[in-house]
């Protein structure tokens, strides 16, 4: 009992050992490296996910999502009689030639980034907006500190001129001479040099000339959409109001016969006042028309919803 008690107060009274500048130099170094790490994570941008639209009560539901480049969008149809008709946007394409049935998906990929616009060809007032965000750029990589520079080796010694005596008894110290070096002779430049220098000093600089103020690329992007309104229908002719030169969108459905089917008719159209015939796409009848004006852009107007009735022209024969 004696010699356990004497072991446990000599080593209670035992000097601590002390860590050496080594180990907390590394503890330092893997510490700095887990905060750059962990710096880097958190800067990181959140990246977009895959989005589902619904299709439920005559509407897209939600309305207009994003999503990166490459991922896709899935439409769930919760009600029959619909159908996704892309029709605007680096691609166009449909989910179906007909319709699409209840309780049935559709799924894209989009793998081009930009804007897309889709309706329902059944129904005019159904339409979404797909926004595809281009593909994140590369991370900068991390700089690798430089080695330290190699020591410049030390020049040789210069051998000291020895003198000559020439013919006539008059002593001519040589030049130093370096052991292994070469003579360069330097050529002077030329009068001619010198004055076309003097005269172009721009090609003496090598300065560049700058880009004329106007041209297309000092001209800054417009965002803003065309507007468009409707100025009255008379004679089969449709008057619009544009703010700029557009390409004009124009669906349109017949009200008054059991069939339900969407037409579609582009054209394009001057600033001011455009007239539109529809007299040469439609029959005599009573029709929905929705028109929607597209800038060089790709800006979209507010969709122009109006109903019309087509009538039948007197021949001339008649008149």
Same mark, same amino acid.
């Not at 894209?108 to 129904?123: E, L, M, N, Q, R």
């Not at 020591?151 to 020439?166: F, G, I, L, N």
């Given at each position: ?40 994570? =958190? ?35 919760? @009600?029959?009689g619909h159908n996704v008709d892309v029709y605007d946007g680096p691609e166009t394409f449909k989910s179906t030639s007909g319709k699409n049935a209840n309780g049935t998906t559709f799924a894209h990929a989009f793998a081009k980034a930009g804007t ?71 050529? #002077? ?19 560049? #000339? ?20 409707? =100025? ?11 703010? @700029? ?30 007239? =539109? ?28 919803? =109006? ?13």
């Amino acid at each position: 009992m004696g010699s356990a008690v004497f072991r446990m107060v000599k080593s209670a009274d035992s000097p601590l050992k002390t860590p050496s500048v080594a180990t907390t130099t590394a503890a330092m170094r893997t510490t700095a490296s887990i905060a750059v790490v962990g710096s880097l994570l =958190l800067a990181a941008p959140a990246a977009a996910a895959p989005a589902t639209v619904g299709v439920n009560n005559d509407r897209f539901t939600p309305k207009s999502v994003t999503i990166d480049a490459g991922e896709s969008v899935t439409w769930a149809f919760g @009600e029959g009689g619909h159908n996704v008709d892309v029709y605007d946007g680096p691609e166009t394409f449909k989910s179906t030639s007909g319709k699409n049935a209840n309780g049935t998906t559709f799924a894209h990929a989009f793998a081009k980034a930009g804007t897309y616009s889709y309706v329902c060809d059944y129904h005019g007032s159904m339409t979404g907006t797909v926004v595809v965000n281009a593909p994140a750029p590369a991370p900068a990589p991390v700089p690798v500190p430089n080695p330290a520079p190699a020591p410049k080796p030390t020049p040789a010694p210069t051998t000291a001129p020895k003198p000559v005596t020439s013919p006539t008894g008059i002593t001519q110290p040589l030049a130093a001479v370096t052991p292994g070096a070469k003579t360069v002779a330097t050529p #002077a430049a030329s009068p001619a040099t010198a004055d076309a220098q003097a005269s172009d000093p721009a090609a003496a600089e090598g300065t560049a #000339a700058a880009a004329p103020a106007g041209s297309p690329a000092a001209a800054a992007a417009d965002g803003a959409a065309p507007a468009l309104r409707a =100025l009255g229908f008379r004679r089969n002719r449709l008057r619009l109001r544009l703010s @700029e030169g557009s390409r004009l969108v124009v669906r349109f459905v017949r009200i008054d016969a059991g069939a339900h089917r969407v037409h579609k008719r582009i054209v394009r159209a001057r600033k001011r006042t455009a007239r =539109l015939h529809i007299k040469r796409w439609m029959r005599a009848g009573r029709y929905r028309i929705t028109v929607v004006a597209y800038d060089a852009r790709g800006n979209m107007s507010k969709p122009l919803r =109006l109903r019309v009735s087509v009538r039948r022209q007197p021949s001339r024969s008649a008149r």
